[in-house]
């Protein structure tokens, strides 16, 4: 499946959510990261974020769609970073 990570946690929390998120996904922009994920990926995600994060404090929101060709992206302005696929 494909997901879109969206956080807005504490300044502290920040740093930590970021490295652990880019070790499944691909950053994209501040806060913001995507990729495709197994639904196990995905459960070990909300675990490690649960574990991280403060719930009363912090806000997840994850978008999931089957594929990425079922969203359409569109940039204006600068991307800030660009995926690149290397085999």
Partial sequence: MYVLIVYDVNEKRVA???????????????????GEVTEGQLTEIKSGLKKIT???????????????????????????NEISNFI
């Fill in 54 to 80: 403060n719930q009363k404090e912090d806000s997840i929101i994850i978008f999931k769609a089957r594929h990425k060709k079922w969203l359409t992206k569109e940039i204006i302005g600068q991307e800030k």
């Fill in 16 to 34: 930590k959510v970021l490295k652990y998120l880019r070790t499944y996904l691909n950053w994209i922009q501040n806060s913001v990261l995507e």
